[in-house]
């Protein structure tokens, strides 16, 4: 009697212990991993967009657009602008040509200051790091050191020197065009807006002030 009271309880306590450790299910698995891919993927997105962000470009305008060809399209616009490839490749013991004074500016301001290359005040901080009136520059880390036979940081600085405000102001409007192509007429406003002093009617004062002398003379 004892054991046909017992055999009940044996099978319910049996049924327990195998749903308590009883596998999980496919439709669990898959939504495990369904989590997982959902995670990886928003990460690498975010890492996509920091990067971007970083050098100031929307993502489809830096997928059009490379900093080592630049430098080419700075010089088709601008084919005065000094170019300072003279210098010694370490490599080959030839002459750099290709390693201009503007592929070392653009890549000084994206990859060593990592500055946005869409701002035209961005731009001019780094110009005004070369004429020494902002952040130092360093020897070590300057572009070319590492490949160059010679440092061209103290002839690059000297180059920037010897321009005058307005060499400047082309080169960096030149760069922001490149680089964002919408920002192309931010000189409309400027230009528009200088002319209006000279054509207002300046000259009603002096007469008004002269017709007071008169009137306080007599």
């Known amino acids: 009697m004892k054991e046909k009271k017992l055999l009940p309880?044996?099978?319910?306590?049996?049924?327990k212990t195998q749903h308590v450790l009883r596998p999980p299910t496919l439709t669990a698995l898959l939504i495990a991993l369904m989590v997982v891919s959902v995670i990886v993927l928003d990460s690498a997105g975010v890492s996509k967009l920091l990067s971007t962000n970083i050098l100031g470009i929307q993502p489809a305008i830096a997928q059009r657009i490379t900093p080592s060809d630049v430098w080419q399209q700075v010089y088709q616009q601008l084919p005065e602008f000094p170019r300072e490839n003279k210098y010694i490749s370490k490599e080959t013991g030839k002459v750099a040509q290709n390693n201009t004074l503007v592929s070392r500016l653009i890549r000084y301001h994206i990859y060593t200051k990592e500055r946005s290359a869409i701002y035209r005040l961005d731009?001019?901080?780094?110009?005004?790091?070369?004429?020494?009136?902002?952040?130092i520059m360093y020897d070590s880390s300057y572009p070319g050191n590492d490949i160059l036979r010679q440092n061209p940081i103290e002839g690059d600085r000297a180059a920037i020197a010897r321009l005058n405000r307005s060499q400047r102001d082309a080169l960096v409007q030149v760069l922001v065009n490149i680089f964002n192509p919408n920002s192309?007429?931010?000189?409309?406003?400027?230009?528009?807006?200088?002319?209006?002093?000279?054509?207002?009617?300046t000259p009603q004062p002096p007469q008004r002030s002269q017709q007071g002398g008169a009137e306080l003379l007599k």
């Open 123 to 135: 731009w001019k901080l780094t110009l005004a790091d070369y004429l020494g009136a902002n952040e």
């Open 9 to 15: 309880w044996s099978i319910i306590s049996a049924l």
């Open 184 to 201: 192309q007429n931010t000189l409309a406003p400027t230009s528009n807006t200088t002319p209006s002093p000279s054509t207002s009617p």
